[in-house]
């Protein structure tokens, strides 16, 4: 057990409280000024914690630090009134956490019973730059573009950097691209292809990559692209994408993936310039806009999703597809729109799940609030298995959940109705290695300003304006 305060349950005690995080945040790795926006943004929770229930005649507030890996994490364990959970989620109580849930990467509220209970704040270490980072200023000429080259192991720190110095700690739901080790790593092993733009001084003023869910994937995913923000504006990112794509085609890559925020139009028009096409909007995709980047939205970042097929035959599906009947129209428009070669067919009115279990892979995102569940195989339970997810992701406050269903299998054919009771709702249509998936998406207490959601083609105004009618709470 790592250092270790109590103090009484008093709100003049909170004061003392930030320091010690503040205090201990420093010794296990944390920047000063992290350290103190971390013990600031802390405030408002201290205060409600201090200020609950207690039945003791001298109740006390402990805190203590614990090493995991990758991080530490900061528990506050106390014996007052057991937690509400719902609380956390309304909107007057959330707001006063929005502050703390900036500063670190997952928050729990959890009820232990005869212990008590305790409130998890989970820190996981991610590279600072070594020193400041001046812009150059437009007096001093910066070193021009000298090349488009492959990803070199000595790279990894200065595109870490590159990316921190575009987007802050805002970017990419895995945080291997602020991790020089997990960057190398990843780029040895073949799950992330990177490239990156080099001035003439030899320095990374710019990376792109794609990824792969599992090594010898065929669809990958495109992203990773930052560019130093000396050097915006001058088509860097669109010179790396057509070189992004031959090295995609080297590898035998058959197709990608990618997605564009609608905060801002620019994304969008790069990608669709790139003959890449809209097959999916992802709502509320974000707890935040990226940083690094100016816009008028104030709500959660929601993203366009964009397909493009590198091998012709990666157009040419072998099976048929089973698209629920009141969708069915729109999956269609969508695989016209994207040249796919798709037959649908309807399924047997009664149609038995396999036997054995339900396979689901699900990937949580803690600092967005946002989770991807794809079910992989449909078994007997499969509805009480992603009932019992959902519960428990709303549980964490998750708020965003996408669920991804194959359209090869014929069972999704029937599944749709009791899903779309328990609130999620159709979104477009998603890739993934096995094949094409519908998505479907639930958004828990999140209302978005569709005025504010901004998109560029024809396709994906058509498929947002679908969206918004399917979406139960939309306004």
Known sequence: ?????????????????QAFVEQISIRYGISSDA???????CGPLLEALLGQEFHQNDPTLQLFCRMIPGGFELVLADQGLPFDQEMWTRPQVAARLKALESQIDRLEFANLGLNGKETRLRKYFSVLPDEPHEAPTSQEPLSPL???RPFQEADARAVSRCIWRTYGYSYSVQDAVYLPDRLQAFNRDGRMRSLVAVNQENE??????????????????????????????????????????????????????????????????LVHSLEFQCCCIVLGASLFCFEGITTESNQRESMVGYYRALDPGALELTGPLYAPNRHRAMLEAICQHLKLKAHFEIPPARLELMPGESRLKVQESPPRKTAKIHVERY????????????????????????????????????????????GFFFSGLQFRSQGPCLLLQDLYGVTLDYQQLKVEDEMARELLSYVRTMEPEAV
Not at 235 to 253: F, H, N, T, W
Not at 393 to 406: A, I, S, V
Request: hydrophobic residues 40%; glycine residues 6%; charged residues 20%.
């Open 35 to 41: 350290a103190n926006r971390l013990a600031e943004a």
């Open 1 to 17: 057990m790592g250092p270790r305060l109590e103090i009484p349950i008093d709100p003049a005690w909170s004061p003392t409280a």
């Open 146 to 148: 000298k090349e488009i």
């Open 379 to 422: 078994g007997a339970a499969i509805l009480d298995r992603i009932r019992s997810y959902a519960r428990h992701l709303r549980m964490q406050d998750y708020r965003c959940f996408q669920l991804t269903l194959p359209l090869y299998d014929p069972y999704t054919f029937h599944i749709l109705k009791p899903l779309e009771k328990m």
């Open 204 to 269: 990374v003023i710019g990376h792109m990559a794609y990824e792969r869910s599992q090594v010898g994937d065929t669809l990958v995913t495109a992203g990773v692209a930052a560019v130093e923000p000396a050097y915006r504006s001058q088509g860097i990112a669109s010179k790396m994408v057509p070189q992004l794509l031959d090295l995609a085609r080297s590898e035998g890559v058959q197709s990608l993936h990618c997605y564009a925020v609608t905060s801002h139009p620019y994304s969008q028009r």
